[in-house]
C-alpha cells in the first residue's frame, strides 16, 4: 500500500505530548532515571524488540547500518497523565487495520497505534497519513487511554507487548539534524514512560516508508482503489 503524506503547514519540531492529548499539556513532576540496574534490563527488552520486529530494524539498517539495543541511550523518564475517557474499541474484526492492533497478553483488551494515523475514506482517491499519532489503550472494562501522541515531528511505527504490563512502541524523531530512529517504553501500570534514543542519525528518510511495507497487503480504501 502506497500511502500519502498529508502536509499541514511547517514541519515543526519535536512534540512529545502525554495523556490526555494535545489541548493542554500537563506539567509533570521530575521523575528520576531508571538507574543502571533498570537501564541494563530496558537495553535487553530493546535487543528483544529488535529480535521480534525484523522488519523495524531491517527498514532502519538499510538507512543507518547495524545497530542494537546497546546503542540506544535513555534520555527521558516521565508519568502519563493516567485519565480515562469512556469509549470501546471501534476496531472489529474484518476492519483493515484490525489484524494490525497488538492485544494485551492476559486479554485486557488491545492497544492500537495506526488508526489515528491512516486515513481512509470512501471519498479519498488513495489513502494518506495524517500528520499526528497516538497510542491508545482500549480496556476490557470500556475505558480509552490515550498513552501516547506526537505531532508532525515523528510516528510511531511498531509496537509490542513485553509483559502484561509493559508496551513498547519503535518510530523516529526528526530533528534539525535528520531523522533518528526512538524506542517509547512504557510501564502501563505505574504509567510511567521511558523515552530512548539511538545514537545514530539519517539526514534523509521516507516517513511513510514502513507502514507502506508493513500495511501493503491490506486494501484500506473501501472501493479497493
Not at 488508526?115 to 471519498?123: L, M, N, R, V
Request: with cysteine; net charge negative; aromatic share 12%.
Amino acid at each position: 500500500m502506497n500511502f500519502r503524506i498529508r502536509k499541514i503547514g511547517t514541519l515543526v519540531t519535536m512534540a512529545l505530548l502525554f495523556g490526555c492529548g494535545s489541548e493542554s499539556v500537563k506539567e509533570t513532576e521530575e521523575v528520576p532515571l531508571g538507574g543502571m540496574d533498570f537501564e541494563k534490563e530496558a537495553l535487553e527488552k530493546i535487543n528483544l524488540a529488535l529480535v521480534q520486529k525484523p522488519d523495524w530494524s531491517g527498514n532502519w539498517v538499510e538507512i543507518l547500518g547495524q545497530f542494537s539495543g546497546e546503542d540506544f541511550q535513555l534520555v527521558l523518564t516521565d508519568s502519563i497523565n493516567p485519565r480515562e475517557m469512556p469509549e470501546k474499541n471501534p476496531i472489529h474484526a474484518g476492519d483493515p487495520l484490525y489484524p494490525y492492533q497488538f492485544p494485551h497478553p492476559e486479554g485486557n483488551g488491545t492497544i492500537d497505534i495506526y488508526s489515528y494515523k491512516i486515513e481512509a475514506q470512501e471519498s479519498l482517491d488513495a489513502p494518506y497519513l495524517n500528520p499526528d499519532s497516538e497510542v491508545i489503550w482500549y480496556r476490557n472494562d470500556g475505558m480509552k487511554e490515550r498513552l501516547l501522541f506526537i505531532g508532525p515531528s515523528g510516528m510511531f511505527e511498531e509496537g509490542m507487548w513485553l509483559n502484561a504490563n509493559e508496551f513498547l512502541v519503535l518510530g523516529y524523531f526528526q530533528e534539525e539534524e535528520g531523522f533518528r530512529p526512538m524506542v517509547w517504553l512504557i510501564q502501563v501500570d505505574k504509567h510511567l514512560l521511558h523515552l530512548f534514543k539511538l545514537g545514530k542519525i539519517s539526514k534523509t528518510y521516507r516517513p511513510e516508508s514502513y507502514l507502506d511495507k508493513k500495511i501493503k497487503k491490506v486494501d484500506l480504501s473501501v472501493n479497493g482503489v
